[in-house]
């Protein structure tokens, strides 16, 4: 996936990562911090994107791994 087009999908992805991580943590900071980690995995994995047929669901996926592995540290 180009830089451009994987600007393009987060960004219209990101409203929807952020309410379900807001869903599934009820807090507002660690929300974003979900949705910062969950960002950084998806840029480090753009380059196999490309066969995702729905980014905003694997998106979402991702936040919700995201929330479960913050919330396992804690």
Known sequence: ??????K???DS????MYRTALY??????????AVQDACIRLWERRDQLDTVTNF????SMT???AV???????
């Open 63 to 65: 936040v919700r791994n």
């Open 24 to 33: 599934l943590c009820g807090n507002r900071d660690d929300a974003a911090d």
């Open 13 to 16: 992805s990101l409203d929807r």
């Open 1 to 6: 996936m180009t830089t451009t087009a994987f």
């Open 56 to 59: 905003t669901a694997y998106a």
């Open 8 to 10: 393009t999908a987060l």
């Open 68 to 74: 479960s592995y913050t919330h396992l540290r804690a």
